[in-house]
């Protein structure tokens, strides 16, 4: 029979024998646990939710990894590569990539009436994933996009719209400056989106990728380039280095460049701005756990000075400091276990409330959403509690050799 446990168990489970001393340091010692395991889960919910969703909104917009013409890499110029449709297939095919799309982008001015403003025509075709444009459309509907016709459908941001005041239903005429002249087009607004990226929102109208050819008056099988989907993100390096030997260098038939780019070499700024909330969450962690630990240690202080009449008591009947010492570690890691029970469910809980609620808003011009987005990862949940219950042990660990000080003779006349 574990004789610590056990004597541990009695203790904690007595709740008659509690003195006034020592409930409320029980109690503020359980009190420390829950709150910084509850501010440690809302923290890395936080985190997560808010990089996965800024990364979600600019892979929306660039894909994973993005094939094009080598001159033309990272800027909005349209200079063509060829992808027929083997070649696109054959991009498919690439270990690591789920699904491959073109687009085509050509430089344009959207004119009212009143006021005018510069874009960029992203021409998409009929195999374009279009999730991510559905989830963050909030007015009308995305047209059918097409690859051999159009009626010149257009889906705007909402920052267009409000600049333009336009709604879904309108039509407005386009502009495109070529080398020798200027034509114009006249499109049919049928969708309004919002991201809250600004360098997204401000920039990108998208249209059929028919429309575009036919505006940078291209061949058929050209377009700007690729965008391709990976299976797993976090793998998106060797996915990469996949599609730079199959890719990178190599010519098309009218004898154009071909290079490649990640999604984080495209934008270099945002995911390093995303690198450095790890570091936050470290600092609060730690802070956390300190607080958690500072706790413990003072409730577990004074608990075995309550306690020093039974210590010398169990030192009269023969118990080692090592059992006294590992009576009084269980007897704090049932205080542990039950902070850790509450921090779970006041962490968890109001994780849950925000996702269903949206409680807690943001401004969306500054942090890119609406309302602060949480994500729940139940490894780094577990990992939290134990992490917590380990570390708030080991301090406890000095302290409890406090119980070697003490005098079985004089302990017995101590009040």
């Excluded at 996949?242 to 945002?270: F, H, W």
């Excluded at 990862?377 to 990992?383: G, Y």
Aim: net charge neutral; hydrophobic share 45%; charged share 20%.
């Amino acid at each position: 029979m574990n004789l610590p446990l056990f004597i541990a168990k009695r203790i904690y489970g007595d709740q008659g024998d509690r003195r006034k001393v020592s409930r409320p340091a029980i109690r503020i010692a359980m009190v420390g646990v829950a709150i910084g395991l509850a501010v440690m889960i809302i923290t890395v919910s936080v985190v997560l939710g808010f990089k996965h969703t800024i990364r979600d909104k600019v892979v929306g917009f660039g894909s994973h990894i993005q094939i094009g013409n080598i001159l033309t890499m990272g800027s909005y110029e349209t200079l063509p590569i060829c992808i027929d449709d083997s070649t696109l297939r054959a991009f498919g095919r690439i270990d690591g990539i789920r699904k491959a799309e073109r687009y085509t982008t050509t430089q344009g001015i959207l004119k009212t009436d009143d006021d005018f403003l510069g874009v960029v025509f992203k021409g998409l075709g009929p195999e374009y994933d279009l999730t991510f444009l559905q989830e963050n459309l909030v007015e009308g509907e995305l047209p059918q996009f097409s690859d051999s016709a159009t009626n010149y459908p257009l889906v705007i941001s909402r920052s267009m719209a409000d600049k333009l005041r336009l709604k879904t239903g309108d039509r407005i005429f386009a502009y495109f400056i070529g080398n020798d002249d200027v034509r114009a087009r006249r499109f049919t607004v049928t969708g309004i989106y919002q991201t809250n990226m600004k360098r997204f929102d401000d920039a990108f109208c998208l249209t059929d990728i028919y429309a575009t050819h036919k505006l940078n008056g291209w061949f058929e099988d050209q377009c700007t380039g690729a965008e391709l989907l990976v299976d797993d993100f976090e793998q998106l390096e060797q996915t990469n280095r996949n599609v730079i030997k199959k890719v990178n260098r190599q010519l098309d038939r009218y004898g154009s460049t071909l290079s490649s780019q990640t999604i984080i070499e495209a934008y270099p700024a945002v995911f390093s701005w995303l690198e450095l909330l790890d570091i936050n969450v470290w600092i609060i962690l730690a802070l956390m756990i300190a607080v958690a630990g500072f706790t413990m240690v003072s409730g577990l202080l004074i608990i075995i000075l309550e306690r020093t009449q039974m210590i010398g008591v169990l030192k009269a009947l023969g118990a080692r400091n090592s059992t006294i010492r590992h009576t009084f570690l269980w007897f704090s890691v049932f205080i542990i276990g039950q902070g850790l029970l509450w921090g779970n469910i006041i962490g968890i809980g109001l994780v849950v409330l925000q996702q269903q609620t949206g409680l807690v808003t943001l401004d969306p011009q500054t942090y890119y959403v609406s309302e602060a987005p949480l994500e729940l990862n139940p490894l780094f949940i577990v990992l939290l509690n134990v992490a917590t219950l380990l570390i708030s042990v080991l301090v406890l660990i000095a302290p409890s050799y406090l119980v070697s000080r003490i005098h079985p003779a004089k302990s017995m006349r101590y009040e």
